[in-house]
C-alpha cells in the first residue's frame, strides 16, 4: 500500500550550484509539503551506511566521496501517493533519459551528479527519512 511520505535530498553538484531554492520550489509547485528539513554534510562513512544497499557495485567508493563532498539538503515529503509521485518529478537518473522538466533533466550535471536523491519504494522511503530525522523533527 502506498503511503504519502517520501525522503529526498538536493545532492551537494546541486546545493553548491545554488540551485536549493528553484528544486525546492518544484517541489512544492508539484504539491508535496515539506514535514522535516535539515541541511547538513556526510561524513565518508554515513555515506557509505546510507548508501549500504550499493556496497557490491563499482560506483560504492566514488558515491560515498562524492555525496561526502558538500552540503547535502535532506528533506521528508508529503503527499498523497508520495513515492511515485516523487519519482515521476526527479526523473530517470541519468538526465540524458529524463523527461523535459524533470528536476534531474533541468539541473542535473550527469549520471553522478544527478541533483536529487529519490526513495525508491515506501518501505526504503520510511528508513531515509529515519536516517536524517528523529520521530520529533518530523511534522
Keep these: 500500500m502506498a503511503t504519502n511520505r ?19 520550489k518544484m517541489i512544492e509547485e508539484a504539491g508535496f509539503r515539506i514535514v522535516a528539513a535539515k541541511l547538513t554534510r556526510l561524513t565518508e562513512e554515513r555515506a ?18 562524492y555525496m561526502s563532498s558538500g552540503n547535502i539538503f535532506a528533506m521528508i515529503l508529503e503527499k498523497e501517493n508520495a513515492v511515485a509521485d516523487f ?22 550535471q550527469s549520471i553522478e551528479k544527478n541533483a536529487v536523491h529519490g526513495s525508491d519504494s515506501d518501505e526504503n522511503a520510511a528508513i531515509e527519512g529515519a536516517f536524517f530525522f528523529a520521530g520529533t523533527e518530523q511534522f
Design 6 to 24: 517520501t525522503f529526498t535530498m538536493i545532492k551537494p553538484d546541486a546545493y553548491e550550484a545554488g540551485n536549493s531554492g528553484a528544486i525546492i
Design 48 to 65: 557509505g551506511q546510507f548508501y549500504a544497499v550499493h556496497k557490491e557495485r563499482p560506483f560504492y567508493q566514488d558515491l560515498c566521496k
Design 87 to 108: 519519482r515521476k518529478l526527479i526523473g530517470a537518473t541519468n538526465p540524458a533519459n529524463a523527461e523535459a522538466g524533470t528536476i534531474r533533466k533541468i539541473f542535473a
